[in-house]
């Protein structure tokens, strides 16, 4: 089992940043792989950004070069840099960790981005 715990998000204005946390406990030995997922209001749960047990990254277009994953390994945390927010990038945030067996996810933290 793996347990997820992300903290972070907020109201931020347009063009604002935010760090989003996502700190692992659990099995995480078994983690190949952990990402961040959004979902906005009447739309699908959408990938944002992934890294690999060797800090391999794909983000999604639509964050390209705004967006920043990494990963702490002491820490047994994963991080979101968000720079240059838009309002579109308003959703709940999930962090996501997957093993060979098995997919977890975090509760989620809202991130609004608006003036």
């Known amino acids: 089992q793996v347990q997820l715990v992300e903290s972070g998000g907020g109201l931020v204005q347009p063009g604002g940043s935010l760090r989003l946390s996502c700190v692992a406990s659990g099995s995480i030995i078994s983690i190949y792989r952990m990402g961040w997922y959004r979902q906005a209001p009447g739309k699908q749960r959408e990938l944002v950004a992934a890294?690999?047990?060797?800090?391999?990254?794909a983000y999604a277009g639509s964050v390209k070069g705004r967006f920043t994953i990494s990963r702490d390994n002491a820490k047994n945390t994963v991080y979101l840099q968000m720079n240059s927010l838009k309002p579109e990038d308003t959703a709940v945030y999930y962090c996501?960790?997957?093993?060979?067996?098995?997919?977890?996810w975090g509760q989620g933290t809202q991130v609004t981005v608006s003036s």
């Open positions: 996501n960790a997957h093993t060979i067996a098995n997919a977890y």
């Open positions: 890294i690999t047990s060797i800090s391999s990254t």
